[in-house]
């Protein structure tokens, strides 16, 4: 148990599909991520929220649209997915201290696997 | 831009030492991260360096050198359970102070 929840685990959808995925921090952390898990890729950054202001859109489709309506929850709705959009979609949060003193480690949910058909 | 490389497969039989080595070029370099993976599961931190040197914990050691853009993790008395993905990540200044991952290294334990 990481202190990151994240749901559904699991979730398909067809390409005209409206969903989102929840993630919730039970560790008063101050910024939390969106993060995407593909076969043999790096973890791709997507979103970044610190502080619940969006602080990072990493050149990601308008067809995610992240939501971070306090510090502890943070949501990504997806609308009109493609197939190569099927992947592991990982949510995180760190603990920010002040410019040039980053260090916090990051804390991950256990993801939710998305499949667009 | 940010780089990092790290090989993509290692085994190993339970019992002995395996050596993990990361490389990474950034514009900001402010911290190198090792998560472990396994499958199915959410990454876990495991080390953290951000000066030169050795960091010991356990049966895990990580090491930096900063003017050669290099790290390693150590995995002494391996353990089945050891089997995972280890992820090398670097925080970097020139990307909003936010993490930048390489692509995993999958370590196979082998009885």
């Known amino acids: 148990e990481t202190g990151v929840t994240q749901t559904p685990r699991h979730l398909v959808m067809g390409m005209t599909n409206k969903k989102s995925l929840k993630c919730e921090q039970h560790?008063?952390?101050?910024?939390m991520y969106w993060y995407k898990q593909s076969a043999k890729k790096p973890l791709e950054l997507m979103f970044v929220y610190s502080l619940e202001e969006r602080v990072e859109n990493n050149s990601v489709p308008s067809r995610f649209s992240p939501e971070c309506p306090n510090s502890s929850h943070l949501f990504l709705h997806l609308h009109t997915l493609q197939p190569e959009d099927s992947a592991l979609y990982l949510c995180?949060?760190?603990?920010?201290?002040?410019?040039?003193?980053?260090?916090?480690?990051?804390?991950f949910g256990e993801g939710s696997r998305l499949t667009v058909l | 831009g940010q780089n990092i490389d790290q090989p993509t497969e290692m085994t190993a039989t339970e019992g002995a030492i395996v050596q993990i080595n990361c490389t990474y070029q950034?514009?900001?370099?402010?911290?190198l991260f090792w998560y472990q993976q396994h499958a199915g599961e959410a990454p876990t931190f495991l080390s953290y360096?951000?000066?030169?040197g050795l960091e010991e914990k356990g049966r895990f050691s990580s090491f930096l050198s900063r003017s050669k853009g290099y790290s390693y993790l150590l995995l002494k008395e391996l353990q089945m359970k050891d089997s995972a993905s280890y992820l090398c990540a670097v925080r970097d200044l020139g990307y909003g102070q936010n993490f930048v991952f390489g692509p995993g290294t999958r370590l196979s334990v082998l009885p």
């Open positions: 560790l008063g952390h101050n910024a």
């Open positions: 950034t514009s900001g370099f402010n911290g």
């Open positions: 360096n951000v000066l030169d």
């Open positions: 995180a949060s760190s603990q920010e201290g002040l410019a040039g003193t980053n260090t916090g480690e990051l804390f």
